[in-house]
């Protein structure tokens, strides 16, 4: 069996690791200043208002007893407000804290707290599955759009290598809309050009024969 060699100077407990020992000497009584354990039952804290708050609430004396809050009904000390609301709806059939998302009742603050921000979390995540399955989506990337059309828009642009859309004017093919839709347009203003000038120079030449 491994030997204790860690041993508190105090209280002469025992110990097989250094760092055990450490933690039993924050708590130790014998370590820790007379003030800050309580004197009726040992118990010991960090701080020297937290032992007034203990003695008066655990074992009702104690310069606190008269300033801390109490229930109303049965005249119970409490550290604080909240725990006078959680005594309430315990004890003393107060509305319970009901979840507005799964309607859970809870009777301690805390505790309605935690579990709200987990529900709402939980259904978070659920609506946002719930949109990506609806939403239309790519088969081949995973990237979603607003609507099918877009999705088909994509699809045919990006992933397929067809020459869909045929310029009417000069004949050229491209694979993307905006593309063959901004060539189309110059092609268009060309051409009108084009004829604007073979208009003006037969005009021309109609004139000089007469």
């Known amino acids: 069996m491994e030997q204790r060699q860690f041993q508190c100077s105090k209280c002469q407990s025992a110990y097989r690791h250094s760092q055990s020992l450490k933690r039993h000497e924050k708590t130790c009584v014998y370590h820790c200043d007379v003030s800050t354990h309580c004197t009726?039952?040992?118990?010991?804290?960090?701080?020297v208002d937290?032992?007034?708050?203990?003695?008066?609430?655990?074992?009702?004396?104690?310069?606190?007893?008269?300033?801390?809050?109490?229930?109303?009904?049965?005249?119970?000390?409490?550290?604080?407000k909240q725990d006078v609301e959680d005594h309430m709806r315990k004890f003393h059939d107060e509305p319970l804290l009901r979840c507005g998302t799964c309607l859970s009742e809870f009777v301690f603050?805390?505790?309605?707290?935690?579990?709200?921000?987990?529900?709402?979390?939980?259904?978070?995540?659920?609506?946002?599955?719930?949109?990506?399955?609806?939403?239309?989506?790519?088969?081949?990337?995973?990237?979603?759009?607003?609507?099918?059309?877009?999705?088909?828009?994509?699809?045919r642009t990006i992933h397929s290598n067809t020459l869909d859309f045929l310029c009417h004017y000069c004949g050229k093919p491209f694979q993307h809309k905006a593309s063959w839709y901004r060539h189309k347009k110059k092609c268009r203003d060309s051409s009108r050009q084009q004829l604007t000038?073979?208009?003006?120079?037969?005009?021309?030449?109609f004139n000089n024969r007469h």
């Open 40 to 47: 009726v039952c040992r118990s010991v804290f960090s701080r």
């Open 50 to 80: 937290n032992v007034a708050t203990h003695m008066a609430v655990m074992h009702g004396v104690g310069y606190k007893v008269a300033s801390l809050p109490r229930c109303t009904v049965c005249d119970k000390l409490c550290a604080k």
């Open 109 to 155: 603050r805390n505790s309605y707290r935690t579990h709200a921000m987990a529900c709402r979390s939980r259904l978070d995540e659920r609506r946002a599955r719930r949109l990506a399955r609806a939403a239309p989506t790519c088969g081949v990337c995973g990237k979603i759009f607003k609507t099918a059309q877009y999705l088909t828009e994509h699809s």
């Open 197 to 205: 000038s073979g208009s003006v120079r037969t005009a021309i030449c």
